[in-house]
């Protein structure tokens, strides 16, 4: 019996090693080992490295306030690498920036699918319901961020406390 | 043993580094996925996964505290890392979720405390 069960533990394991265990080392933590996510770009190093150039000119056009131009930019760089969260961060803020604030909560909730405890993606969040006149909306988002940012917390609180969600944001 | 070995050595090290300071961040996480009372959550996660390891390594209870890694394990996939897809995502979850499954069935082994006590008992 006691043979039986060992044999079955050890099947169990063999096979979730031989199915999962490569892909198990380029891991990020997650939640369950206790990490949290954080960077993770799947897909080809091609495609990711494509990706990034792309984000990069969204920064760059994004300095320079041309917005769409930086919309058209992250949608690349995302379709490129749909797990690049700093990208669909980037992208909700552009939307933001444009009043388009049901796609910048779209782009926002990619990014926090991706990165749970991203607390830029958090503060931008809490912009945009700013912006829409939600200020129990921002509060909620305020409430996670304290716990994952404590500065950006307070530049955030000043914000919600001045109802403007462009007051000390910074692209 | 090796089993055990290895999954007290994730764990504690994860546990540890909650109790250690990234407990807030965890608070966060929790809050965003929506995990009911986050504070008491993540204190609760922060000491099974400590104090599983300490019982892992002991080979204490060994069958429980598999349980409950994964139960946790499901849950820390079904929140978190099930949207972040395979790779890069809930494959190290699904591997520690499939350990800590192996030792709910098989028990603590060779070298628990339990078996060395029951040995030493039954020489005598």
């Not at chain 1, 992250?74 to 490129?80: F, G, I, N, P």
């Not at chain 1, 388009?100 to 909730?109: E, L, S």
Request: net charge neutral.
């Amino acid at each position: 019996m006691r043979q039986m069960r060992y044999t079955l533990a050890g099947g169990i394991v063999i096979a979730a090693l031989a199915a999962f265990g490569p892909a198990a080392f380029g891991h990020d933590g997650g939640m369950g080992g206790g990490g949290g996510g954080t960077d993770s770009n799947p897909g080809t190093s091609s495609q990711a490295s494509a990706a990034r150039i792309y984000f990069n000119q969204g920064e760059e056009y994004s300095k320079k306030k041309s917005w769409s131009l930086a919309i058209q930019a992250y949608l690349e760089a995302v379709r490129l690498d749909p797990k690049f969260a700093e990208a669909w961060n980037n992208l909700g803020f552009c939307y933001r920036k444009v009043k388009q604030y049901d796609k910048a909560f779209g782009a926002y909730k990619q990014a926090l699918d991706l990165k749970p405890d991203y607390a830029n993606a958090h503060e931008y969040m809490a912009r945009t319901y700013l912006a829409m006149g939600d200020k129990d909306g921002a509060m909620r988002e305020y409430e996670i961020l304290k716990h994952l940012d404590v500065k950006m917390a307070a530049e955030l609180m000043q914000a919600i406390q001045a109802n403007d969600s462009d007051l000390g944001d910074e692209s | 043993m090796l089993l055990r070995l290895a999954l007290a050595a994730v764990f504690g090290a994860y546990g540890y580094a909650k109790w250690a300071g990234g407990m807030d961040r965890i608070v966060g996480l929790f809050m965003t996925v929506h995990i009911p009372f986050p504070n008491i959550t993540a204190h609760a996660v922060a000491t099974l996964e400590v104090g599983g390891a300490v019982l892992l390594v002991l080979g204490i209870v060994t069958r429980l505290v598999g349980i409950l890694l994964a139960i946790e394990m499901v849950v820390a996939i079904a929140t978190v890392v099930w949207r972040q897809g395979f790779v890069g995502g809930y494959a190290f979850e699904l591997t520690l979720l499939t350990v800590a499954l192996a030792l709910a069935v098989a028990g603590g082994g060779a070298f628990s405390i339990p078996l060395l006590v029951r040995r030493r008992s039954g020489a005598t």
